[in-house]
């Protein structure tokens, strides 16, 4: 388990898809950076999430609210006065724990050492507007993208008359001060955030909150993640927030080792998914002083829409894709690794390699199939190394097809691809390849 983390957080920096945040002064703990490939994965995870629930419904409106918000905002959602970790030092290593997770323990699970009292932390990233430090400049870091859609609900309703139910969709940075961050990019201070607002009928909210679970388990799924691996689970009573009546989180089953994980590895959470009642649309009504109640036309009769919410994380839901797709296989006697990842998500789609780089007529043949196909999908060229070296790195990032240009191809105008997960080859004419790619990729 512990092994296959391991193998992971290497293989991502090694290829370039997650490196350390400042790692030439010695890294920033818990922050990382998305390199090339990372950054790729990312964009198309996002990309498969706004295509699921903005451009193939009829009912959610997409937006992008700024990170710095009034600080008026976090006292109506409650995030001032509510937004608070307990957490307890050991007095002899220092080490910080979260109150949660040290469930009934009495000394520091590490060394045994003696443990404060606990105390409440809130996890808001305060900071100062303009040149004077004092409390009329206060504003922070937006912890969750929720309520920029929440203080919008208006704009759209007067913008785009929707009736209900209808939802608002964000993707966007989230701060937290989080007292244990780790494993890897699950846990940072710093993350990306997939939210909907989808207000509803009170009466509709039950139901609507099944839809959307079903529909959030399934795209996970349906972009490759076993099943096996994926698992709801709602929320205990005393679980649940103070603005929340019901909630289920879909958990996937990580290899990670922290404390309290099973052999078999350890469930953490992707996503929430909650039923907010009228909350807050009524909170920031209230704190605001503006009408943010709903106008049924027919009924003629106004009130505050109930709030369905999926609540992801980008990062974690990169990490679960990544480590859902790594595969290490043998092939004769080696170990061939590769990164199933989905056709969707996979970074490069296809790497043109020439199968002798001293050649300047194959060199000058790849290189023009590469261009070609650059204009319709991610597409890369290589001869940094002999072919089977080249198959090998193309595997480990997860690389669909690669398309290899030899001496043949000069005479009869065919190319050899070969597939990712198969490694099965096959001659495909130069004038029909983008085709034959494009139809595998559709
Ligand atoms: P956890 O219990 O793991 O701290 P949470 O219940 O506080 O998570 P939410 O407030 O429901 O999380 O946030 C919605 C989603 O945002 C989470 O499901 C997760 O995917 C992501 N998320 C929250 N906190 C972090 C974090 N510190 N690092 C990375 N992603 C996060």
């Not at 950076?33 to 295509?51: H, I, M, Q, S, T």
């Not at 993208?145 to 208006?154: E, I, L, S, Y």
């Not at 009736?163 to 990019?185: D, S, V, W």
Request: aromatic share 10%; proline share 4%.
């Amino acid at each position: 388990m512990a092994d296959t983390m391991e193998k992971i957080v290497s293989l991502c920096k090694r290829r370039g898809f997650i490196f350390q945040s400042s790692d030439i002064y010695g890294g920033l703990a818990n922050t990382w950076d998305y390199g090339p490939f990372g950054v790729e994965l990312k964009n198309n995870v996002k990309r498969a999430w706004w295509k699921a629930n903005v451009y193939e419904r009829d009912d959610i409106f997409g937006m992008d609210a700024a990170i710095l918000m009034h600080p008026k905002v976090w006292e109506a959602s409650g995030h001032v006065e509510n937004f608070f970790d307990l957490k307890s030092d050991c007095k002899s290593c220092k080490k910080r724990f979260k109150s949660e997770d040290l469930k009934t323990a009495k000394v520091c699970p590490e060394c045994g050492g003696e443990l404060t009292e606990a105390r409440p932390f809130n996890l808001m990233f305060k900071t100062h507007r303009g040149v004077i430090e004092d409390a009329s400049s206060v504003v922070y870091l937006r912890p969750e993208t929720a309520q920029g859609m929440f203080v919008n609900f208006a704009n759209i309703l007067d913008s785009r008359h929707p009736k209900l139910p209808f939802g608002i969709a964000q993707i966007g940075k989230a701060f937290r001060n989080e007292i244990t961050p780790g494993n890897f990019t699950f846990r940072t201070c710093e993350f990306e955030q997939m939210e909907i607002e989808y207000f509803v009928r009170p009466e509709e909210a039950d139901k609507k909150l099944e839809e959307w679970i079903e529909a959030h388990f399934n795209w996970y799924i349906d972009l490759g993640i076993n099943k096996d691996n994926l698992r709801k689970r709602p929320h205990e009573k005393e679980e649940l927030a103070h603005y929340a009546r019901a909630c289920v989180d879909i958990e996937y089953r990580f290899p990670f080792t922290t404390r309290g994980a099973q052999a078999d590895g350890t469930w953490s959470e992707l996503e929430g998914i909650a039923n907010r009642t009228d909350f807050d649309l009524a909170q920031h009504s209230k704190i605001s002083g503006k009408e943010l109640q709903y106008f049924d036309d027919a009924a003629k009769q106004k009130f505050y829409p109930y709030i369905i919410e999926p609540s992801g994380g980008v990062d974690r839901t990169v990490l679960a894709f990544l480590v859902d797709a790594f595969c290490e296989e043998k092939v004769k006697d080696d170990i061939r690794v590769v990164l199933k990842l989905h056709k969707d998500l996979a970074p490069t789609k296809v790497a043109v390699l020439p199968l002798l780089r001293n050649r300047p007529e194959i060199v000058e043949l790849a290189r023009k199939i590469s261009r070609d196909l650059k204009k319709s999908m991610v597409a890369v060229y290589d001869d940094t190394g002999a072919i089977g070296k080249l198959y090998r790195r193309q595997d480990e990032v997860g690389t669909l097809y690669c398309v290899t240009v030899d001496v043949q191809s000069l005479e009869d105008n065919q190319v050899t691809v070969r597939d990712r997960d198969t490694m099965q080859q096959e001659r495909i004419g130069i004038d029909r390849i983008k085709e034959y790619l494009l139809n595998k990729l559709s």
